[in-house]
């Protein structure tokens, strides 16, 4: 069997399950990447298909990223009464009550919220002295240096001196993405807030699909029969499953949505 006819089977099975969770990363998955990640725009078609699978009964959908929570709801264009959950800064926000009670115990401490006001600081510093190209973004449990569309040696540099700024601050996690550096004082992952989703829906069947270092989180904990992974591009990934770009993920949606709307028909 060839590996797109296995994710077919895999995505047939998986809606045929009594219940059902999709969750998806946004940046890279559903949304191309670009330099200026507040212009990153949803590929045409799928919001439209996520909200088709969660208007469907026990099926239902979660948008994952490490975007806070409010850039999350403004770049997708999902309101609050919505049934799509979303999940934001790598599980520390959720639009879902049952994944912020799971995720209580990674909450930002108030010595964690001095930590980053320094490391927010040394950034800033830094940027502005050393590597003026380079650009900021402030969440609320994270300070990100954004490298896209530098040359390589450009980014490069900015990267390791924000990576060496951050040893400084004891506690500070680090996470290198594609192009970008996310430095979090927040315990949380986006693996432990799908889980703890997926646990409270007692969902039977759970996919995920992501691109980058934080979604092996996600793909590392979803590991039984029925769970499909999909690591969107290249690089060593825990998925099960990989698709080329962001347009092969609007297909796929699109396919999933079939075998859902044939196993899950709205009554």
Do not use: W
């Not at 725009?41 to 806070?68: C, E, F, K, M, Q």
């Not at 800033?124 to 040696?153: D, T, W």
């Amino acid at each position: 069997m060839t590996h797109q006819a296995a994710l077919e089977d895999a995505l047939t099975r998986a809606a045929a399950a009594p219940c059902v969770l999709v969750a998806t990363d946004y940046d890279g998955v559903l949304a191309p990447l670009v330099t200026d990640p507040m212009q990153a725009t949803p590929v045409p078609g799928v919001i439209d298909s996520l909200r088709s699978l969660a208007a469907l009964p026990d099926v239902h959908v979660a948008v994952v990223s490490g975007r806070d929570l409010a850039t999350l709801r403004t770049l997708t264009g999902l309101e609050e009464d919505e049934p799509i959950v979303l999940i934001g800064s790598h599980g520390a926000e959720s639009s879902s009550e049952a994944v912020r009670e799971a995720m209580a115990a990674a909450s930002v401490t108030p010595d964690d919220e001095a930590t980053l006001a320094e490391l927010r600081s040394d950034i800033e510093a830094l940027v502005k002295e050393s590597h003026p190209q380079a650009n900021i973004e402030l969440k609320p449990a994270a300070v990100v240096v954004h490298v896209r569309g530098l040359p390589p040696e450009v980014g490069d540099a900015a990267i390791a001196d924000a990576r060496r700024v951050a040893l400084d601050h004891p506690g500070v996690k680090v996470l290198k993405g594609k192009s970008v550096l996310e430095l979090s004082v927040s315990h949380a992952d986006k693996g432990s807030a799908v889980t703890a989703l997926a646990r409270n829906l007692d969902a039977s069947a759970r996919l995920y699909l992501g691109d980058d270092v934080t979604d092996e989180d996600a793909f590392a904990r979803l590991r039984r029969t029925d769970d499909v992974t999909v690591k969107v591009g290249t690089g060593s990934t825990a998925a099960r499953y990989r698709v080329d770009d962001e347009s092969a993920v609007a297909e796929l949606l699109t396919r999933l949505l079939d075998s859902c709307s044939a196993a899950h028909p709205a009554s």
